[in-house]
């Protein structure tokens, strides 16, 4: 879905994972990025695994709700060497996909170094490094947590790459 022409486009940045998953929506017009909102959405470990992914998939498409992006970007996650680990934190990158696809958003995935490179200006950033530079980029959004910096650097990066795309006549 894209924005129409009179309104700067939002984007959702989606960080997986099954105790925290951080969002943030930013919004593009030309080269300028304004920070909409973020947030870190973490259900109780107590939980059941099922309850869990249905907090997480209801909260996300709550914010779809809330701040109505025309598109949406998930960074891909690390693969652990703990193959349950894995599987679960699959289970959450579902939602992450699940939610905004269902919504009508077009999803892009992101490699966590392609992010970095985006916002810090190389791939083998520290999520210090990654907070500081979306502290300059987006001013207005205030000290975040690393979850909810690390889903802003990932709709940077999706804003980066459909510019580049726009440039090589491919968007």
């Known amino acids: 879905m894209n924005a ?3 309104l700067p486009l939002r984007i959702l940045g989606l960080d997986p994972g099954l105790r925290r998953t951080g969002w943030g929506v930013i919004a593009i017009e030309g080269a300028r990025l304004t920070h909409i909102a973020h947030g870190v959405i973490a259900p109780k470990d107590t939980l059941p695994f099922a309850e869990r ?4 998939f209801d909260a996300i498409a709550e914010v779809i709700v809330l701040h109505a992006p025309h598109e949406a970007a998930v960074e891909e996650t690390f693969m652990n060497n703990n193959a349950a680990s894995a599987l ?3 289970h959450a990158r579902a939602c992450c996909l699940i939610a905004p696809a269902r919504a009508g958003l077009s999803v ?3 490699a966590a170094t392609v992010v970095k490179k985006a916002v810090v200006g190389t791939g083998s950033a520290d999520k210090a490094q990654v907070g500081f530079m979306i502290r300059r980029l987006l001013p207005t959004a205030g ?6 910096a690390d889903a802003l650097a990932v709709a940077i990066a999706h804003a980066h790459a459909r510019r580049a795309r726009s440039y090589l006549g491919a968007a």
Not at 53 to 56: E, G, K, N, V
Not at 143 to 148: K, L, V
Request: zero cysteines; hydrophobic letters at 40%.
């Open 4 to 6: 129409p022409n009179h």
């Open 53 to 56: 992914l249905l907090i997480l």
């Open 88 to 90: 679960k934190l699959g």
């Open 108 to 110: 892009a995935e992101y």
């Open 143 to 148: 000290d975040t947590t690393a979850d909810a």
